[in-house]
């Protein structure tokens, strides 16, 4: 059945009410009770009923979501150990006698979303909750924090073609390539794709130049204005915790706690993919979260105990402190199934299929195509807050149409990728969003506001590059796209300094 322009009402009630209710999960619920609504004719009894057993049991007993559950709430309690048990305070202490600048916090937690390439999830929840502390040290809001990991996660991970993310879009690739009986290389596609992979470069270039430069703007300079000025009651907390007496204390905390966990999670992942290949060889997602989570919880283990090697706690509370970080991830997890159940919801709509059959009945020119390409991946990602499935759905259009109209195909895998991504970093229902605000402890809808304007930036000045490289199809349309991206940010902050 064609549901024509309803299929858009999901989506755009669950973005909406995110951004003006402030509330993620009751804009999710209502977007996919209104999706429901559309499926019942009306009826509000069977679009319950509709909501319960056809989407949130069915993504409950999907074996990859299952899986992210999974891995989210041992994820949880090793995060909560690693705040109540000081090391990260710790660690943040030890290392302020060298990272004690703005500038120097911001550039090592790029540099480690950077190392940490392989996991667009291990990102957020692994760099989010050992800088935490640094950052509010030094006052610098925990939504520019989130930006950061926002920016080091997936934008990261798309441009390495031996990870999951590069062997699924080589996939796609190599599917369309057989379609159309052509010969051409998926890697060497994807390897020429790198430089056409515009928003995910500007993306990553654009925390060194705001760290660099001081620049802040929009609702993000307005972020750093509140953590510069509030008071802030973390600090208290920690204060009046370091003046606990007997023989367990907090003051017994060391930066090891903070570093032996860590690299205790990735020795655990490396060990146990190693014999599969990894990471130069494609490892089945759910070997991954097996191996991921396995880590997260030997961490735990090697954590608690540290904590009472070094008297920091009792073994019975830090138990308890583990145990309330898994319960805590509760909301993360109704989060993402609500997520995942619009999601499918969309798919069900055929708002994709719409939006495709849409862009089909307007012909552009070639030269044109690239940049549309872009734009509707971006509105598609925006909408379903999935970039996988963004190029699930735009690659057999995008590759199709660069061959019949003779373009690159490197130019069009860039344009999907690069869309896919925009619309994810503006969408308050996407996965990587939620996780980065989690890693952050920072409010979602804040997040969103504080970032969509950073990426509205590089997503207009992406545009305009995918409009030159169509018609010069030239790589070199990235540098240039460099440029434009320091130009407006240093024009953009002069005129907010001379409005104030």
């Not at 048990?85 to 290392?95: H, T």
């Not at 990471?279 to 735990?300: I, S």
């Not at 940049?371 to 699930?392: H, K, M, N, Q, R």
């Amino acid at each position: 059945m064609n549901y024509g322009w309803l299929s858009l009402l999901p989506p755009i009630v669950a973005v909406v009410m995110a951004i003006r209710s402030r509330n993620v999960i009751l804009s999710l619920f209502c977007g996919g009770f209104v999706g429901t609504m559309i499926f019942c004719m009306g009826n509000p009894f069977l679009a319950v009923k509709s909501m319960i057993g056809d989407y949130f049991f069915v993504q409950l007993m999907d074996s990859y979501n299952a899986g992210v559950i999974v891995l989210v709430i041992f994820i949880g309690g090793f995060i909560k150990l690693m705040e109540k048990s000081g090391g990260a305070q710790a660690f943040s202490k030890f290392v302020y006698r060298f990272v004690n600048t703005k500038l120097k916090a911001q550039m090592c937690a790029w540099a480690g979303g950077i190392l940490i390439f392989f996991s667009d999830l291990g990102t957020p929840l692994l760099v989010g909750p050992v800088f935490r502390p640094l950052f509010d040290k030094l006052k610098i809001s925990r939504e520019k924090l989130a930006w950061i990991l926002d920016s080091t996660s997936s934008p990261v991970a798309i441009l390495v073609p031996f990870i999951g993310w590069g062997v699924y879009i080589m996939g796609l690739i190599q599917e369309q390539f057989k379609v159309l009986g052509v010969t051409e290389s998926d890697y060497t596609t994807f390897v020429e794709a790198i430089p056409f992979q515009i928003y995910a470069i500007l993306a990553i270039l654009m925390i060194p130049l705001i760290a660099f430069t001081g620049k802040d703007f929009s609702q993000m300079r307005k972020a750093e204005k509140r953590a510069e000025e509030e008071e802030c009651a973390r600090e208290e907390s920690e204060e009046a915790a370091e003046k606990e007496s007997g023989p367990y204390s907090i003051q017994n905390a060391r930066p090891s706690m903070v570093l032996i966990p860590i690299i205790t999670v990735f020795v655990t992942l490396f060990v146990t993919l190693a014999p599969l290949g990894f990471p130069f060889q494609k490892v089945d997602g759910n070997e991954f979260r097996v191996a991921l989570t396995m880590g997260y919880f030997f961490g735990a283990l090697i954590l608690m105990l540290l904590i009472r090697v070094y008297k920091v706690q009792m073994f019975k509370k830090t138990f308890k402190i583990y145990v309330d970080g898994m319960k805590g991830m509760t909301d993360v997890a109704v989060t993402l199934v609500l997520a995942w159940s619009l999601g499918n919801m969309i798919d069900g709509l055929g708002t994709a299929d719409f939006i495709i059959n849409a862009m089909k009945t307007i012909h552009f020119a070639p030269a044109l195509i690239p940049a549309f390409i872009f734009l509707f991946g971006t509105f598609v990602s925006f909408s379903t807050g999935s970039s996988w499935g963004t190029f699930a759905i735009m690659m057999p259009l995008a590759i199709p149409m660069a061959h019949a109209f003779s373009i690159p195909y490197a130019i069009a895998v860039g344009a999907v990728l690069s869309g896919g991504l925009f619309g994810d970093h503006c969408s308050p229902i996407s996965d990587t969003t939620i996780l980065s605000s989690t890693g952050a402890q920072c409010n979602l809808v804040e997040h969103v506001k504080t970032q969509l304007p950073y990426a509205v930036v590089n997503g207009v000045i992406a545009f305009l590059a995918y409009l030159l490289a169509g018609v010069t199809k030239s790589p070199y349309a990235v540098v240039l796209a460099v440029a434009a991206l320091l130009c407006v940010v240093f024009v953009w902050n002069k005129k907010e300094s001379v409005g104030r």
